[in-house]
């Protein structure tokens, strides 16, 4: 295991971190100096003696994702130091995502509307929206729900989502600290394609403190997508998701490929469904899609000249194309959600 060193200094959001891998070592030595007001961290990475790679912040991803990372940081100035904060900080990132996202079908919000009233205290004041990235979970509860806030670690993905939506009270924080509720005050918690990310015993454990009893917590989550061209879906699912980013998926997906089977809601009464998705999409959307994935993200860094997303959909486009009118078709494809619910 590495030396750990935090040196908290002068009040600040994030630290400057230096990474000295050293001497044939597999897992370097941490050091963490937080200075001088800074927002994002300065990583340096110093290998010597030929070893691990250059200068790379998905060094620090794999190393710490492979390491019990989130469970040995500290939590400093009142802030939790996560990895998974690098992969969704960056503002493209954020339009990605607030672009090419798909949204969850409408069925799905009223069965958790309906799961919520089933209960004898069915009120349906305040829903919390944790890991909202840019809004296209929290909007729909606005139509269950009077009052919807939206939280996510991610400044830039909270600043898209304060564009689309003015009915929402967005707010950066983290899903494993709701200090902004008091207890027992919250009918509806959800978290949609983002518990993987989190430290989830810490974040089941304010899910249970600031949900009223008979509340409900809905976590759910696409998880992968059939498309109905099994050659398409060679190239997108078994290649490139499968082949070509195989590296660069932290460990945490090992929920989304599990169906969210290794999650388990701190309540009596659970449920688990699974809703499947028709969509048609066309090619630019859905590589678009492909490209907000983190592990294309941290590809794209390990490889910047890269033209594999390209090609991909070079490859999506000759297959869809009719070679007489030129008119391409789009995508047709089945996503599947795993919807868990619980009550309080
Ligand atoms: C895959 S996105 C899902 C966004 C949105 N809920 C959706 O369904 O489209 C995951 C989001 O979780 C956020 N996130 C990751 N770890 C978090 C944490 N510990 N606390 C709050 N948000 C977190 C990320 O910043 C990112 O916006």
Known sequence: MPTLQVYPTSGLIMPTLQVYPTGGLIMPTLQVYP??????????????????GPTSTSLLHTWADRSHFYKSTPQFLGIHFRSTYFL??????????????????????????EYC??????????????????????LPLTSICKHVIGVDISKEQITAARKVSSNVDFREGHAEDL??????????????????????PTFMKEVSRVL?????????????????????????????????????????????????????????????ERLNVERHIDIES??????SWSAWQTYQ?????????????????SLYEDQDSGVVRPISLTSHIILLLGRK
């Open 35 to 52: 200075t001088g007001g800074l927002i994002m961290p300065t990583l340096q990475v110093y290998p010597t003696g030929g070893l691990i």
């Open 88 to 113: 969704f900080e960056g503002k493209e990132h954020a339009k990605l995502y607030a672009k090419y996202r798909p949204s969850y079908p409408e069925r799905l919000y009223r069965r958790i509307k």
């Open 117 to 138: 009233m089933e209960s004898d205290a069915n009120t349906l004041d305040l829903a919390v929206d944790v890991g909202c990235g840019s809004g296209q979970s929290t």
């Open 179 to 200: 200090g902004f509720q008091g207890d027992e005050t919250v009918d509806l918690v959800t978290t949609a394609t983002a518990i993987h990310w989190m430290d989830i």
């Open 212 to 272: 009223r009893p008979g509340g409900v917590l809905a976590v759910y989550s696409f998880i992968d997508d059939k498309i109905h061209n099994n050659e398409a879906h060679q190239i997108v699912w078994e290649e490139f998701q499968g082949k070509t980013l195989r590296d660069c998926w932290t460990e945490k997906r090992k929920h989304i490929v599990n169906g969210l089977s290794l999650i388990e809601l701190p309540f009596e009464e659970t449920l688990r």
């Open 286 to 291: 859905y590589v678009g899609y492909l490209s």
């Open 301 to 317: 860094k390990k490889n910047p000249d890269t033209t594999v997303l390209t090609d991909v959909g070079h490859r999506l486009r």
